[in-house]
Structures are given as structure tokens and as C-alpha cells.
């Protein structure tokens, strides 16, 4: 395998080269109304760095052909080539068996086919699923189409000012009734890291499973499926500089293997007939016809060339990058940050007296700066804080000190003009 | 500023962006719709009180950005004294110059000071905002109290 296009001098001997790293994601040399791009809408989507666009291109270029059924030698490299991805998810994740990793489009489909093959065979009317008031939509909703279908009832662990989970209201919350947990790891609108494997140990003390979604974690923080206990677990590619349209479900084997299947279609059985179907094993039951193999192969590279880097690395550079823009951005008169977390990743999401979101992500595009404005699909998170949108800079690995000042120039003139 | 950016937010923008007119509550209101932008969370409120067929007084409460804020003011202060079909008129003009299709026809200065928004042709994603208040306005005329989203 090549490799030695993955960050091979990007990080040596405790030192940081952000340059040798800028230089790994074509996307950032870009100029946007002839200023440089400061791209901070990473919580969004994630530039991609030449490494999994080459390994993307090669794909398509000399071994594209669909997978696991082909006797010839493209089909069994593109074979490889997924099934290589697949490994690289589990050792990531720390998963126990490649077979817990199943490939879904994202964090959405993964979280979908939970509540829809585990949520549809389990809970009956009156059970209680519980999330918390910071969710993402897509663990919202797919859990309150299931309550409404089930008549079972959705319970929201509050939050505080600082924009953290009130965990002895979570504790309240859990009852007989309670029957399954799903929360998120990471807020994508506040940056808060939840305390998920306190959460998951109590729910054991009940045998209630519970599952995480990972979307904003695993590009910030260690994420370790055995030591956190979950049953299962949500990312997508795209947040962790791999392509969109792929993601990974991680679960247990046990629930898993008795987990009615999500889609039907080819590739998720073993035997058909017009009495019976019989299903294919694990990880291959869910994951019915052709999947996207090049996504696959690039989240694997993407994965590659985090390790390359190294995680750890990545969470130092953000912790001093967060702490940098949080000090720099209170310069700015009449700035209030949402969400003041003690534990967060490098999000910063804001409001401006008097001035909508939405006119100082115009005006600081034109800056060269892209942050992202509205709720961020967290829509209760707005109505908890009483604001109808925030603006949100999110930093990446490849973010620079100088790239916030850029941004804090631009709100400065915002007011010089709307002021 | 760069010049695109001062053609969105002229100066009469910026203006009744920061003291829109007509914001207020209307008691006496005949006419009332509610309309939302999901894709930002603007919210706004119209009010219209019709007297034979005329629109006696207009006003707006609500949250949104400077395009929207503005648009709704200026739009309050140009339709007092229409009529719902002149009402109805002027907004197909203003959308037709928002989203781009007006061009330089003559017609442009029928639309008076409304013609400070041609700058948001230039800005696809704010047509929604700069149009907000006028499909609000539109619906309170229709009579239709369903709330009004721009999706």
C-alpha cells in the first residue's frame, strides 16, 4: 500500500508542521472574492487532503468493479480495497471484530437503521427512548417517527446555560420504562464533549443499550468502542476529511446478529427463494446492494492519514487554536459565544447584538472567511438559548492562529458598518 | 467594502435595518399572516388593516437579518394607500427585480426606492430573505392565515 504520500514529515518529534499540512489539502491554496479562503465550517464538512482524493482517483481510474461476488481481479481488488477500509474503521474505533463495522451513507442512514431494525423490533407502546436537547435532527427525528409509530414517548435530557447536559436530570430521566438511550458525543452547534461513558454505565446498571453519535467526536478526540462500552456507534466520512455519502455503524455483535434486517436487497443474503430468504452474516446483513466502494476506500485513506497525523496531535493543535479564538473573539464588542462547556472541541458558535448571522456570514465571505450561520440543524439548542440562529467557526487540523485573527478583523469592520 | 457586497447593504438598507419603520403591533388590523424563513429562523409577522379594498395601514414585528428587516420596512412604507392589486402588482415587480429577471428595463423605476434590493440578484441565497415579508404580506391580503414558509 502507498502510503508515503500520508503526512510522511507532517509531524515529527513533537512539532506541529502546519504548513507541511496546509499543503496536503489543495482546497485551502483557493481564493474566495480574491481574499485566501479561511475555510472554519469544518463541523459542516472537512476539506480532503490529496491523500484520499488520489486514493478516490485510483479507484476509478484502475480498479473500479463492483465487490464480493466477482471471480476476476478487479472485482476481487476493489474486494480488497473496501474490505481493507472496513479494517481500518475497526482498529480506529477499537472494535473488536471487523464484522461490527457496517458501511451506511453517514451518520443519518446509521442511525436510521438502529432505530428502524433495532427500535421497530424492540419498542412497544409506552417505552421510553431517551436523547438529549442537544441532538443533531438525525437523532431527533428518527427516534419521534418511531415513538409516533410505537405510541412510545421521547425523553430529552436538559441542559444548562454553559450549554452542558445536566447528567442527575439524565439519571431522573431513566425508569423501567426506558428502553433505549442515544445521544450525541460531540455538539456540532455548541462543541460540548458529553460525559457518554457515564451515560453508558449507568444504563447498563438497567441493561438499557445505548448508542452514540460520533459525527463531531471521532475527528477531535479518541474514540475507543471498547472502553466506552456503547452498543452502538455513529460517524461519517466527510466530518474526519474522508468523502461524503459514507459513513460507518458500529455494534455489538450480540444485538446485531439479532437485529432484524434494515434494507433487503442483494449482497444481504445467502439464500433466496420466493417461500424464504435466508440472510447473509455480519457485517454484510445491512448492507444491501452495491455501496459506495470509492467513499469506502476514501474514508479508510481519510482514516490513514488521521492516524499519520495522529489524533492525539490534532486535539492539541485545536485545544490551543479554541483557546486562541476564544480569548481573541471577545475583543469584538457585543459578542456572546453559545456554549461555554467545559469540556469542548474547537466550536465556536456565536451571537452578535443586533446583527443577524446571516449578514455577517455574507459579509464575512466576502472576507474570504466561511463560517456557517443558523441552527445547524440543532434547532432546540436556538430555542434553549432563546436565538433564533448562531454563527459557528469551526477549527480543523489544518487551521491557523492567523486564519482566526482574519476572522476577528472581519466581525470587527461587521460593526464599523452595522453598528 | 467591496462593490458587491456595498450594492446589498446600501446605505437606505442599513438604515431601516437599524430603525425599521412601521414595527409595531397592529390592533385594529383586518388582515394578519405569519410567515418563516426555515433556513435561518427569520420569523415576521404582517399586519394590514383594508378599508374598500385599500390598505389603510401596514405594519411588521418580527426577527431577521438586514436584508429582511429592511425589506419589510420599506415595504410597509410604499403600500400605504394601494390597493390590494397594486399590492399585488408591486410585489411581482420586486420579485422579478430580486431574483434577477427586471435587468435594466425601464420598468425598474416603478419600484421607486424599492430598487435599492437589485443588489441581492447577486446573492441567490438572500432572495428568501429580501422576499419574506411581501409573500407574508401577500397571504395576510389573501386571507390565508397558514403560517408562510419560503421553502
Known amino acids: 500500500m502507498n502510503t508515503q504520500a500520508a503526512a510522511s514529515v507532517a509531524v515529527s518529534k513533537n512539532s506541529y508542521d502546519i504548513n507541511r499540512i496546509r499543503e496536503d489539502f489543495p482546497i485551502l491554496s483557493k481564493k474566495v472574492h480574491g481574499k485566501n479562503l479561511v475555510y472554519l465550517d469544518n463541523a459542516a464538512t472537512a476539506q480532503k487532503p490529496t491523500y484520499v482524493i488520489d486514493k478516490v482517483n485510483r479507484y476509478y481510474t484502475s480498479m473500479n468493479a463492483n465487490i464480493h461476488r466477482g471471480v476476476h481481479a478487479l472485482s476481487q481488488e476493489a474486494t480488497e480495497g473496501f474490505e481493507s477500509a472496513r479494517i481500518q474503521i475497526k482498529q480506529f474505533i477499537n472494535a473488536l471484530g471487523k464484522n461490527q463495522i457496517i458501511f451506511t451513507r453517514g451518520t443519518t442512514e446509521a442511525i436510521n437503521l438502529v432505530a428502524s431494525s433495532y427500535g421497530r423490533w424492540k419498542i412497544i407502546e409506552g417505552d421510553e427512548i431517551i436523547i438529549s436537547h442537544m441532538e443533531h435532527h438525525s437523532n431527533i427525528v428518527p427516534w419521534q417517527l418511531l415513538c409516533k409509530e410505537k405510541n412510545a414517548k421521547l425523553k430529552i435530557i436538559p441542559i444548562n446555560d454553559k450549554g452542558e447536559i445536566i447528567y442527575e436530570e439524565f439519571e431522573r430521566l431513566v425508569n423501567e420504562r426506558t428502553k433505549f438511550i442515544s445521544v450525541v458525543y460531540v455538539s456540532n452547534s455548541l462543541g460540548t464533549i458529553n460525559p457518554v461513558k457515564k451515560i453508558i454505565n449507568y444504563a447498563h446498571q438497567f441493561n438499557i443499550p445505548v448508542m452514540i453519535d460520533a459525527a463531531q467526536a471521532v475527528n477531535h478526540i479518541r474514540v475507543d468502542v471498547q472502553d466506552l462500552d456503547c452498543d452502538f456507534l455513529a460517524f461519517s466520512g466527510h466530518k474526519i476529511y474522508g468523502p461524503t455519502g459514507i459513513g460507518a455503524l458500529y455494534g455489538k455483535v450480540e444485538l446485531l446478529d439479532a437485529m432484524p434486517p434494515y434494507q433487503g436487497g442483494g449482497d444481504m443474503i445467502s439464500k433466496v427463494t420466493f417461500e424464504e430468504t435466508t440472510y447473509n452474516e455480519l457485517p454484510h446483513k445491512f448492507e444491501a446492494g452495491t455501496p459506495d466502494i470509492a467513499g469506502a476506500i476514501g474514508l479508510g485513506a481519510a482514516i490513514e492519514y488521521v492516524n499519520k497525523i495522529g489524533i492525539e496531535n490534532i486535539k492539541e493543535h485545536e485545544k490551543s487554536l479554541l483557546e486562541y479564538a476564544t480569548k481573541k473573539i471577545e475583543e469584538v464588542p457585543g459578542l456572546r459565544i453559545i456554549g461555554n462547556a467545559k469540556d469542548k472541541t474547537s466550536v465556536l458558535s456565536f451571537v452578535l447584538e443586533n446583527i443577524h448571522p446571516h449578514d455577517i456570514g455574507t459579509f464575512l465571505d466576502f472576507e474570504g472567511v466561511a463560517i456557517r450561520t443558523g441552527h445547524h440543524c440543532t434547532q432546540p439548542v436556538m430555542q434553549r438559548f432563546n436565538i433564533p440562529a448562531t454563527s459557528r467557526a469551526s477549527f480543523a487540523l489544518y487551521n491557523t492562529k492567523e486564519e482566526v485573527d482574519v476572522l476577528v478583523t472581519g466581525l470587527k469592520k461587521i460593526i464599523e458598518v452595522f453598528g | ?151
Open chain 2, 1 to 151: 467594502m467591496n462593490s458587491e457586497l456595498k450594492e446589498l447593504y446600501q446605505q437606505v438598507i442599513l438604515d431601516h435595518n437599524k430603525s425599521p419603520r412601521n414595527f409595531r403591533l397592529m390592533e385594529n388590523a383586518t388582515q394578519h399572516a405569519e410567515g418563516y424563513n426555515p433556513l435561518c429562523g427569520d420569523h415576521i409577522d404582517v399586519y394590514l388593516l383594508i378599508e374598500d379594498g385599500i390598505i389603510k395601514d401596514v405594519s411588521f414585528k418580527g426577527e431577521g437579518c438586514a436584508i429582511s428587516k429592511a425589506s419589510a420596512s420599506l415595504m410597509t412604507s410604499i403600500l400605504k394607500g394601494k390597493s390590494k392589486e397594486e399590492a399585488e402588482k408591486l410585489f411581482e415587480k420586486f420579485h422579478d427585480l430580486v431574483t434577477g429577471k427586471l435587468g435594466d428595463s425601464p420598468s425598474i423605476e416603478d419600484l421607486g426606492k424599492l430598487a435599492v434590493f437589485a443588489g441581492v440578484q447577486e446573492f441567490p441565497v438572500r432572495v428568501k430573505c429580501a422576499s419574506l415579508a411581501w409573500h407574508t404580506m401577500i397571504n395576510a391580503i389573501k386571507g390565508e392565515q397558514e403560517k408562510v414558509t419560503t421553502e
